[in-house]
């Protein structure tokens, strides 16, 4: 679909509401524009579908060496944050459907996750690593308060002493302050907070369904309380966006209680590149092309370089100069580089079945 289509027009409360084909997809949808489509358009309001799966297994390996862990679960594919900067967002090419609006509005829910998870743990060849949980999309979505599949992942990682690394940006985590402090306690848990902008309106229209900003704050600062370690992630950086407001959230996250920061800047693989293009015209005509010119600064010529050691840094004078200003206000406000150091994994036990006995010997 073009930018021009009425169908493409910005959408409240949701990233997109381009339907870009997948990179995979031998169709591609066009629509008629005439006086009905523009009347259907006024009142398109495209609900949340979820469907249900049996997932055939549940742990992932990671390949790759710019992030700090090998193994992760992810218990939703989609994500109804629907942030247009999500490097996520093409993996619904897999499914079939488009990384734009589907993405956020069709999404998957691995229902037997829990069970799947016990299973693997236990199974004989398994050794014992942190895991991160919610990675490729945000395991705190709103469809969790409802289903509650995240919820019943932590139970397991409890009962096994397995270690769990998590990320969001939903004050949802804090319905399940009391697993995590009772993980804490024995050091299995460790959360990242992503804090992208304080701003209120930038914030809605670049990532419409998470939390805000400074309610964010409050997250980091009711995790800290309750002695559970906390990380924020500055990410993405976006040049001439929000890359301005780096040292307000190192510093806002300081005083909220967070022990390390790192920051990611934006990447834009695939499908995510038209559709964030296409957003910063929307909603920045007059410094969308100055916006992309920096991208292409950082990236060697180009909207996204996949090199690993490069991808979440980026390269070149620009890249180096917010590296530099990150680092002198983490070190201004005595925060750490370290990730989940605070992890423990030599508590891991199988818990035990019913009818079990012991104290025998």
């Given amino acids: 679909m073009s930018s021009s289509d009425p169908f493409n027009s910005p959408l409240k ?17 066009t629509q008629d524009i005439n006086e009905d489509t523009l009347i259907a358009r006024e009142s398109w309001h495209p609900q949340t579908q979820v469907h249900h799966v049996q997932a055939k297994s549940i742990i992932s390996r990671n390949q790759s060496p710019d992030v700090p862990f090998n193994l992760s679960i992810n218990p939703y594919q989609g994500c109804e944050h629907g942030c247009i900067y999500c490097f996520a967002r093409p993996t619904h090419a897999y499914l079939d459907l488009s990384p734009g609006l589907d993405f956020e509005t069709k999404l998957v829910a691995k229902t037997n996750a829990a069970e799947l998870f016990a299973k693997e743990l236990a199974h004989p060849n398994y050794q014992c690593e942190p895991i991160a949980l919610g990675i490729n999309t945000d395991a705190y979505q709103p469809i969790e308060k409802d289903l509650n599949i995240t919820r ?4 397991v990682a409890l009962a096994h002493k397995q270690p769990i690394s998590l990320i969001t940006k939903s004050a949802l985590i804090l319905r399940d302050l009391d697993i995590l ?3 804490a306690k024995y050091q299995l848990v460790h959360v990242a907070i992503s804090v992208t902008t304080l701003d209120k309106d930038l914030k809605r229209i ?32 976006i040049p001439f966006i929000n890359d301005h407001e780096l040292e307000s959230i190192v510093a806002a996250s300081a ?24 957003w910063l015209h929307q909603h920045f005509p007059q410094r969308a092309d100055h916006v992309l010119q920096r991208i292409m600064d950082i990236r060697g010529g180009k909207l996204y370089d996949s090199r690993f050691g490069k991808r979440m840094t980026g390269e070149g004078l620009f890249a180096d100069i917010i ?8 070190k201004k406000h005595g925060l750490s580089d370290q990730r989940h150091g605070y992890l423990d994994c030599s508590g891991f036990s199988l818990p035990p079945k019913t009818g079990d006995q012991f104290g025998l010997f």
């Fill in 323 to 330: 590296n530099q200003r990150f680092r002198m206000a983490r």
């Fill in 181 to 183: 402090t009772e993980m």
């Fill in 206 to 237: 670049l990532e419409p369904r998470t939390a805000s900003g400074s309610k964010r704050l409050d997250i980091i600062r009711a995790l800290s309380d309750a002695c559970i370690p906390v990380t924020v992630l500055a990410a993405p950086v």
């Fill in 13 to 29: 409360g949701r990233g997109t509401s381009n339907l870009l084909a997948g990179r995979f997809s031998k169709q591609q949808v």
């Fill in 255 to 278: 005083e909220a209680g967070a022990q390390s920061i790192h920051y990611i800047m934006l990447r834009l693989p695939h499908e995510v590149a038209p559709l964030f293009e296409e």
């Fill in 152 to 155: 019943e992942l932590l139970e």
